[in-house]
């Protein structure tokens, strides 16, 4: 009897074992990652990283009317029992404001030192850049003329172009971005000017960049403001579409910063750093930017050619993305 309860004791330890052993396996098997990042791209570096490291990817897209709006509401939701590992974002203000908030883990398995600006990462390491994108005027050369392509941002709000421009609305994703460093830059008295010149010249808002692209691309709309990855694909498309880099004399094409966080009390935490240590790489950053996601390097020693860029610190921007967003509700 009494070497019956131990055999039983014995065969009890090794169950409960194998159970542990088995979940702390299955929690470096799989990773819940929230992107905005367009699935098409984001795809592909998930299958890339699944067979590098075994791991699964579950992804959790945004929706292109939505761009991180939808994600930045769903992980303030969820903060206090995590669902995600992992937020990839195509832009950086909102992923500076959850950094705010303490939603992100400090990643520390990376040299800063190897960024091209300080701009590029969150100084507390709750935030990292990886790749970037202009926003950029294109034209339908079908129905602007060479000489004729704008080459400053403002020429857009002049009255030659009076209900001939789309953008994606101004509310969200990387237009809400451009926005708000907008207004950074020209502070609020001139924001307000170029906010009236904008409903002066009934500038068409859309439900996002790549429907800009297609509109201007089937000759709806003669000319748009995108972010280059779309202007890009259009053209490679066979679209009817030109990129220009505006500004190139003066402040030059403002530039967004693709970011990651780690999330706090993520419920696959190993499986979280892995991603990390896998995406925030020079090689992974180039597979983005000959994927077409991104154009140009956050990274020292990965340097593309690229035309005269701006940006500021995301940090820095957070005020101003809801004085902009205020302002904008009022006056468009």
């Keep these: 009897m009494i070497l019956y309860k131990k055999l039983k004791l014995i065969w009890f330890v090794l169950i409960l074992i194998g159970i542990l052993g088995c979940s702390k ?8 990652i929230y992107t905005s990042v367009d699935q098409v791209y984001a795809s592909k570096i998930f299958k890339d990283f699944e067979k590098k490291t075994g791991i699964k990817v579950l992804a959790v897209y945004d929706t292109e009317a939505s761009k991180a709006v939808g994600l930045e509401k769903r992980l303030l939701m969820e903060k206090s029992h995590p669902r995600a ?5 195509s832009e950086p203000i909102r992923i500076a404001r959850l950094a705010k908030q303490k939603l ?5 398995n990376i040299a800063v030192q190897n960024y091209q600006s300080k701009n590029d990462y969150d100084i507390n390491r709750r935030w990292f850049g990886i790749g970037k994108r202009n926003r950029v005027i294109i034209v339908n050369t079908q129905l602007v003329k060479k000489d004729a392509y704008p080459k400053l941002l403002e020429t857009l709000w002049s009255k030659k172009y009076y209900h001939k421009v789309a953008i994606s609305s101004p ?3 990387t237009a809400a971005t451009h926005f708000a460093a907008l207004y ?11 906010l009236k010149k904008i409903k002066a010249a009934q500038v068409t808002y859309l439900a996002g960049n790549s429907v800009v692209k297609d509109l201007v691309g089937e000759g709806k709309y003669p000319i748009g403001l995108v972010d280059s990855d779309d202007a890009l694909a259009g053209i490679k498309a066979g679209l009817p579409i030109a990129m220009i880099p505006y500004n190139q004399n003066a402040s030059g094409t403002f530039t967004i910063v693709g970011t990651v966080a780690q999330l706090n009390h993520a419920p696959h935490p190993k499986a ?3 991603f990390m240590q896998y995406l ?5 950053e180039q597979k983005l930017i000959d994927l077409g996601a991104v154009q140009y390097s956050v990274f020292k020693h990965n340097k593309s050619k690229a035309p005269k860029q701006w940006t500021e610190s ?9 004085d902009s967003y205020t302002l904008m509700k009022e006056i468009l």
Excluded: C, R
């Excluded at 396996?25 to 819940?32: L, Q, S, W, Y």
């Excluded at 590992?85 to 974002?89: A, E, G, L, T």
């Excluded at 925030?280 to 992974?284: G, R, W």
């Excluded at 995301?314 to 809801?322: A, K």
């Design 314 to 322: 995301p940090s820095v921007l957070l005020s101003d993305l809801e």
């Design 171 to 173: 509310y969200i994703g």
């Design 85 to 89: 590992d992992i937020f990839w974002n």
């Design 272 to 274: 979280a750093e892995h």
């Design 104 to 108: 992100f883990k400090p990643y520390m």
């Design 25 to 32: 396996e299955n929690a470096t098997k799989k990773i819940i």
């Design 184 to 194: 950074h830059a020209l502070g609020k008295k001139k924001f307000i000017q170029l």
């Design 280 to 284: 925030l790489t020079p090689e992974t």
